[in-house]
């Protein structure tokens, strides 16, 4: 494992010493006050150094976060298709996730596989996360998988042969399951779209066929939705931006798109497990040529994660605004449009009055819509 010291989760030991230091971050005792407001304010600090393992951790800090957050923040989660990942038999599996929020996608995840009795996964995260030295602590004692970004072609791709290393390692050998988004970054637009990239670079690590090579990593595709789209506001201005000019983060910017995510409102949020690619999926794209193998392994999971992503009625109304319809309004009420609308104002006139309302009204409002789109097909 020296091989991958620089990307590897911490282990038990580092992860205890970790949180020892995360505990007396001065932001402690505000977390707490806020995650368990009846309770006194050294709690959390005391939860975080009473644990002597990632697993004690996981079980006994994170999942009383994840669920005070949801509690706090969500009309309720509920998740399907668990049953894709018993039939496994206890087999370590690839979860490829369309990617809405930051920290709790993953985390959600997490904490439907710790209720279902399921081993939880390591996490890759991008290392333009870490932020700060209680950011990186709290995420590789949650078994966080460091992705590298911001570096040379060359050394992506030396980067990239690594990770690949790491995950088969990982899944094959049976020692943990994985999770990783299906592209860099959010989706800021409604279009869960994998990249190619990625399923590129799942492939470098094989020393087989390509059949085999895919097979081996039990490629289980999942689907978060939320209701209310976390950091809906903050998507619109970034891709209203980016329509005239490269769009620059600002400092932090990550950090205060992770705290948002969290204590937005979000309402329901499901997620669904789909089924694991099919050793029949894979041979047929075994089939084609170079690109299109990829292309084909990326239809079978986009079609996964489309088909599962469980649409809201904020969808159907974003889709009728967009394109100023009634196509879908047997799927609301009129008072539930009025209150879309007011909803979008109301998120909207907190961004920079610079910004083109009616621009940013219009991508506000694609945001919700184009899963409806995009299950259309």
Known sequence: MDEFEGISPYTDEEAVEALRRVSNHPAIPVISKYLFPDMPLGTFRNLIRSVNSIDEFQQTVMSRVVAAVVEKTSAGFTFSGIEHLQELGGAKFLAVSNHRDIILDPALTQWMLLRSDIPMTEICVGSNLLSGRIVEDLLRSNRMIKVIRGISARELYLSSQLLSRYIRQAVTTGRSSVWIAQRE????????????????????????????????????????????????????????????????????????????GIRQQKGHIHLEIGAPLTEEEIGRASWYDKNDRYQAIRRAVDDRIVNGYKLWKTNYMGYDLMNGTSRYSDRYTPEDLEAFKAYTEHKLEKLEKRLDRAELRDIFWHIYGNPVVAREG
């Open 185 to 260: 970054g959010r989706t800021k637009n409604g279009l869960d779209i994998t990249e190619q990239g990625l399923l590129k670079m799942f492939d470098m690590s094989g020393e087989a066929d390509f059949k085999s090579n895919f097979m081996a990593l039990n490629i289980v595709p999942m689907s978060i939705s939320y209701e209310y789209e976390p950091c809906d506001a903050r998507k619109a201005r970034e891709l209203l931006i980016s329509r005239t000019q490269k769009y620059v983060k600002k400092k932090n910017e990550d950090m205060h798109s992770i705290l948002t």
